[in-house]
T-cell receptor, first 111, second 116 residues
Framework: SQKIEQNSEALNIQEGKTATLTCNYTNYSPAYLQWYRQDPGRGPVFLLLIRENEKEKRKERLKVTFDTTLKQSLFHITASQPADSATYLCALGTGGFKTIFGAGTRLFVKA | DAGVIQSPRHEVTEMGQEVTLRCKPISGHDYLFWYRQTMMRGLELLIYFNNNVPIDDSGMPEDRFSAKMPNASFSTLKIQPSEPRDSAVYFC??????????????FGPGTRLTVL
């Protein structure tokens, strides 16, 4: 069956450290993969998109990798700050613009 | 642009009543998505449109749910009759199919629906 798995447990890290979040999938062949941030009571906010022919993408303190052989994406936040505390969702873009979201990982950055 | 606009922001209704959720996508976007989010099931895609035409409604849970997009600037999601298990936050999102920003989805603030 098709599955998208993100760390189900919350991730707690110290300010200044690098946070690494994982997204694994099975039985999908995504054309692209996206990462979103969601704060309580708000809609998801787009962060990064990486296409199937790309290995890595960066945006300021954010970095995402995409390994279609391992069927995995890693999302890194370097020099993390308390303001980075939120839930992070990965989403697979399949054929025809259909988007499937993972359950999300909660990140807590302690000062 | 004001972003994706949804109304109402909160809706409380009684079981059996009809509920209509509204969405105005970002001007110029040609894709519109309706999602439902619950603690148990996460963010689920219900239906999406391209140029006002429904493309995939396989996520619509039952015949009680229907969605329309009469023009490029307006869409509705209707539940009739509503049931307590429909209680969730419903999000609308829009995106472009072309250009540098293609596939990036912009979400509205959501409608929190409570069915008593």
């Amino acid at each position: 069956s098709q599955k998208i798995e993100q760390n189900s447990e919350a991730l707690n890290i110290q300010e200044g450290k690098t946070a690494t979040l994982t997204c694994n999938y099975t039985n999908y062949s995504p054309a692209y993969l996206q990462w979103y941030r969601q704060d309580p009571g708000r809609g998801p906010v787009f962060l990064l998109l990486i296409r199937e022919n790309e290995k890595e993408k960066r945006k300021e303190r954010l970095k995402v990798t995409f390994d279609t052989t391992l069927k995995q994406s890693l999302f890194h936040i370097t020099a993390s700050q308390p303001a980075d505390s939120a839930t992070y969702l990965c989403a697979l873009g399949t054929g025809g613009f259909k988007t499937i979201f993972g359950a999300g990982t909660r990140l807590f950055v302690k000062a | 642009d004001a972003g994706v606009i949804q109304s109402p922001r909160h809706e409380v209704t009684e079981m059996g009543q009809e509920v209509t959720l509204r969405c105005k996508p970002i001007s110029g976007h040609d894709y519109l998505f309706w999602y439902r989010q619950t603690m148990m099931r996460g963010l689920e895609l219900l239906i999406y449109f391209n140029n006002n035409v429904p493309i995939d409604d396989s996520g619509m849970p039952e015949d009680r749910f229907s969605a329309k997009m009469p023009n490029a600037s307006f869409s509705t999601l209707k539940i009739q009759p509503s049931e307590p298990r429909d209680s969730a936050v419903y999000f609308c999102a829009s995106s472009l199919s072309w250009g540098r920003l293609r596939n990036e989805q912009f979400f509205g603030p959501g409608t929190r629906l409570t069915v008593l």
